[in-house]
């Protein structure tokens, strides 16, 4: 929807509920001779105060959406690579395998070993082995089609 377009909205059904209310209220309880002057004060207090009240709600909202999106990520990638990690990896595979299982079309799965990897290691140190295994994922990610998965 947008933030300003959500803001805008929730406005407008405020200064509309405050309208509603007030105008109830009068009725109700008898107050005829200040009728107008309620209703003026219930259209405009919203004004200011709508505004406000979304913006901050919005940005509470909008920052929660975003450390999900950032907890989810942690969640199934490995930092190092970027790639999905193995608890994404066997989800994934489970759901592919039934989908492949109910549609009857084939699935593929290509496992890769870097064969000597220890050595590197052990030769050049762990940040010379993560800049090799972070090539290796972006080597892989660069040559995978958009639906093919890495993990």
């Not at 007030?22 to 107050?31: A, E, K, Q, Y």
């Not at 003026?40 to 979304?54: G, H, K, R």
Request: charged share 25%; aromatic share 8%; net charge neutral.
């Amino acid at each position: 929807m947008g933030y300003w377009r959500a803001i805008a909205l929730i406005t407008m059904f405020s200064i509309a509920a405050s309208v509603l209310a007030t105008g109830l209220l009068s009725v109700l309880l008898g107050l005829r001779e200040k009728f107008e002057l309620g209703l003026l004060i219930a259209a405009v207090v919203p004004i200011f105060v709508a505004p406000l009240a979304s913006h901050l709600f919005l940005r509470v909202l909008f920052e929660l959406q975003d450390a999900r999106a950032a907890l989810l990520d942690l969640a199934t990638r490995d930092s190092l690579t970027q790639v999905y990690n193995r608890r994404y990896f066997m989800g994934r595979f489970a759901s592919e395998a039934a989908r492949a299982r109910r549609t009857g079309e084939a699935l593929s799965l290509l496992m890769i070993d870097a064969d000597e990897f220890k050595p590197i290691n052990d030769r050049y140190g762990h940040a010379a082995g993560d800049r090799t295994l972070q090539e290796i994922a972006r080597v892989c990610r660069e040559t995978l089609r958009p639906d093919d998965v890495i993990a």
